[in-house]
């Protein structure tokens, strides 16, 4: 069989987990703390050397596949809400929440309190400060630019800050919550908090929608390919086969 096939169909499959990233992207557009994936294609040229090849299967033998993802880690604009257990970061530094499995990092933080008074995630999951959980006093919260949490004056915890590192393999694990190893985890430095604001997701929907179009009519295309192919198989079978022997 044409390898021109097998490379169609690697180019449709690569096309199709593109379009599920995109989509993902273009879902989470509004979804505080964010941060948008980008496809990674990595260009393959399967040369036979055959002379005899269609034209068609010689321009299909140079396609790309698509080996991973990378996450964009670009600051989204901040956008005040007036809530007081709204933070959100200014620099390059993330929350971390303790989830059932380990440490998770996030950039989203619209904070709530739970019913035992513990400081939490959206999620549900508890937020961790430089010593542990935070349990939240009565009164009025005051969140400073450094992380500390303090109610009527007297100081409830100060949340934990982290930064990753630039070449660290951060991925996300669902909604805004990212994994990466421990050892690329160091106490972040330059990031400051500002209480009652959120950080908005950082995907650009003008761009991802050119994104979402292109990669559709690239599927298209090796959709088209495939059909060709599968024209020219048949062609092979019902009028070459039929001459052998």
Known sequence: MDSGYYA???AMASRTRALDTIANNLANASTPGYRAQHNIFSSVLAEAGDETESPLNKAMNNYGIMSGTTLDRTQGAIQKTGNDLDVAIQGSGFFVVQTAGSSMYTRDGAFQVSAT??????AGDPVMGEKGPIAILPGKLSISADGTISSNGAVAGKLKLVDIAPGADLKSVG????SAPESSETPAVGSIVQQGALENSNVNPVTS???LITAQRSAEMMQHALSMFNSEMDKTATQDLSKVG
Do not use: D, P, R
């Open 117 to 122: 008074g513990q400081l939490i995630s959206a």
């Open 175 to 178: 909604g805004t919550n990212y």
């Open 8 to 10: 169609a169909c690697t």
């Open 209 to 211: 929608m050119v994104e």
